[in-house]
C-alpha cells in the first residue's frame, strides 16, 4: 500500500506506521525536514479491474469524515500547538456567534449580506434540525473556529472515541457464548428479504434463528449493532 500511493502527500516525509479500516488507509507521516508526525488519510474506491484504483488523500487537518485511526498511530502523532478562539462559534451551522441580550446572534462577516445575521442558522445545519416553528435553528454554541489545528484535534478526539467504543462492545460481546440468545436493538434485513432481530449465536460471525436451523451471517455485529443478551446458554 505505501508503494502505491500517489505520493503527493507522503513525498516530504515517510510513513512511520500504517493501517487500513474498513477501505481507508491511515498513517503517520514523519516529516523529514521538521520531523514532525502527523496522520495521512487515504479513502481507496476500487474500481472495476485491476489497476482501477482511485484514491483521495487528506490529513488531518482536513478534518476527514473518517474517523477510525488506530490508536497505536495516533499515539505517534506529535502534540497539537495550543490555539485560542475567544470566538464562539454554532454547532450546527459553524457560523461566528456571540451572545446578546440572551440569544445566540451571528454578525455578517465583512462582504456578506447583513441578512445573514441573526439567531438563525442560514446554510450547512444538518437535516432535522429545523427550529419547531419548521424554519432554519437558532444557533447554539460549540461548534468548531474553521482552524485546521482545531480540524485535527477534533478528529483525533473522535477516532479516540470510537476506539473506546468498540473496545467497550467487544468487551460486552464476551458474554455472548455459543448457545447464547441474543436480540439486536432493530430488524436487521438480509439478503434473502428476511427480517429479524432475534438470533442464537453460533461462532464467529455466525448466528442461527431461534426456531429452526437457519443460518445468518451478521459481520461486524460486535461493534456495529446494539444488542441484548436474552438468555444465556444453558450450563
Ligand atoms: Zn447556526
Ligand atoms: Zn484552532
Redesign the pocket.
Known sequence: MEGELPNTLTAQGCILACATVRGVFYAAVQERRSSKVWALVVLIKRGRGYYNCTYKEMEERDGPVEDHCPVRILELLSPLPA?S?DEEYCRLCNAEIALEGGQWNSRALPGQRPDVAGPRCIRGYPIGAAAPDGSAPLHEPGGT?S?S??WARNWRERCRANDERERQARRRAKAVRPGTRVRFGRPLQFSNGEQRDTFIFVTRSTFRAPDSNDRYSIPRWRIDHEFKIISPPLA
Open positions: 490555539c478562539h473556529a482552524c489545528t482545531c
